[in-house]
């Protein structure tokens, strides 16, 4: 699913980037664009393997230790069950499920935010691009 909001979102966010500014830096707004892309991106993925592993832990409980929450979050099983012996399978799951929604609230929040402040800003930059003289561009 991902893949596909990415493919849809991918064209027309790049153009919005690189049609908010003058032709002459086009190329840098591309380049901007693609970078910032990537480094969130990067962020954005190792935030959520934090958010797994915490969320699972917080289903485990203090007593179960961070080693057996990243041994699920990797799925590691044969680790897991060594560091959680008599842990039942439904118990694993629910705490990989209730990581795995720490993973989505976190999505779902960073989401909206980026789109209420994404609509400010652009929305202050073309009231600022509005007062350039066409001649300027």
């Given at each position: 699913?991902?893949?596909?909001?990415?493919?849809?979102?991918?064209?027309?966010?790049?153009?919005?980037?690189?049609?908010?500014?003058?032709?002459?830096?086009?190329?840098?707004?591309?380049?901007?664009?693609?970078?910032?892309?990537?480094?969130?991106?990067?962020?954005?993925?190792?935030?959520?393997?934090?958010?797994l592993v915490a969320?699972?832990?917080?289903?485990?409980?203090?007593?179960?230790?961070?080693?057996?929450?990243?041994?699920?979050?990797?799925?590691?099983?044969?680790?897991?069950?060594?560091?959680?012996?008599?842990?039942?399978?439904?118990?694993?799951?629910?705490?990989?499920?209730?990581?795995?929604?720490?993973?989505?609230?976190?999505?779902?929040?960073?989401?909206?935010?980026?789109?209420?402040?994404?609509?400010?800003?652009?929305?202050?930059?073309?009231?600022?691009?509005?007062?350039?003289?066409?001649?300027?561009?």
């Amino acid at each position: 699913m991902a893949g596909i909001g990415i493919g849809i979102t991918n064209t027309p966010v790049s153009n919005a980037s690189t049609g908010a500014v003058l032709s002459r830096q086009a190329g840098m707004a591309s380049g901007i664009d693609m970078s910032t892309r990537l480094i969130t991106l990067a962020i954005v993925i190792a935030a959520m393997g934090v958010m797994l592993v915490a969320g699972i832990g917080s289903s485990l409980g203090a007593h179960q230790g961070q080693e057996a929450a990243e041994a699920l979050a990797v799925g590691n099983i044969a680790l897991f069950e060594q560091l959680t012996p008599g842990m039942s399978v439904s118990s694993a799951r629910t705490a990989f499920m209730t990581g795995f929604d720490w993973i989505i609230s976190f999505a779902l929040v960073g989401a909206w935010i980026l789109a209420a402040s994404s609509c400010v800003l652009f929305e202050t930059f073309m009231q600022w691009r509005k007062s350039i003289p066409e001649n300027e561009e």
